[in-house]
């Protein structure tokens, strides 16, 4: 299937964690997990290209804490190799010993998670002594690599949005990027909700506060969730009708560490296994029943551009009323401008991927091709060790 648009996937790759996040069931203290999983290297590479011909062209590598993964190296430049960015979000614990190899290995986006702009209280929250110190060594070797490096935080009691911008740039970030929070189980295996923690038992006016002081902080740093977006989550919380479908299934997926393939990791059945890809259609009915981020801020951006694939795909048989219907909504309108409001956002995130893209060209070429050689004749730094 050759699709025009770009699709996105998040790969959770493994299910445990070494952090003991209050708000997350990954957490090492917490039982929900079960046996500890990680996704077997060889399988992932063979789904590589069967992903691609499905037009994923953006996957983040995630968790758990992907970095546990013992081939995580691996991972990386397989998927870079396969044509496909990779991006990875991590608690940041093991940075420093892995991100050189992975901007050798061809990683264009560092993703660091953050609880608050006081890193003691991070730091108690993921129950990891030291780990400020840890963060900034492991961001500015990302630097080093010209890695462009987000923050990503969670909506809870500790953020602390005034605070916020001294700290992500004392710590070298270069964007963040914010996650609304799950009190609900997820059907999926993602595990990243909590039905206890005090921190995100937020109710609808204290969310509606947190998108506002997002919206405000926009002002003085760069935040990557679109003004359209954070209005379309306030509809959400408000239980007033959305503006545009979500992207889950069909531009968006979750896939896990069993390789099975979800609309996202919200869904309660899988579609199947990522081997049988090639033959499961596209989920497209009209879905509004959670507010994740990802989603919905992939879905606001790439509405006009769903909307025109259908229009063309529809005037190509003949369906004049129904292509000029998927063109002149109001919903495609306020998609379209949050494109305009974001491209200087998206144009600036692209340059700086390029130019990691071009730095390390040579060492990726490099590792690519020592990916069939055994690992004993490999450079020592693609030996990834958990
Ligand atoms: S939020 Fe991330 S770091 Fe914290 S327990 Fe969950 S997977 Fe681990
Ligand atoms: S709105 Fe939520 S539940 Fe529905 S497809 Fe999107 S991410 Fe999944």
Redesign the pocket.
Known sequence: MNLPLPAVCDFSITNV?????D??????DKTLAGPARYVDTDAFSRALPILHRRGIRYLTL????PLVHPDVVRLVSQTVAAGISCAMIT?GWFLSRYIKSLAVAGLCQLIV?LDSADLAEHERN?GLEGLEGRLAKGIALARECDLPVQASI?VNRLVRYDDLPDTLRRLGFDHVSFSYPRSEPFGSTS??YSEQSHLVDLDREELLDALDAIGRLRKRFTVLNPRASLAEVARYVRGEQQAVSCIGGYKYFYVDWNLDIWRCEAWNEPMGSVFDLDRIPDQREPCNACMMACYRNASMLMHAAVAATDAGRALASGQIGTAVASLFRRSVAQSLWALIEETPRIRRLARSRRQTASTNGLSRRQTASTNGLPASERPANDRAEA
């Open positions: 964690c070494n952090a003991a996040c708000f997350c069931g990954f957490a090492r995630q968790g758990g804490e608690n998670s993921r969670t595990l990243v």
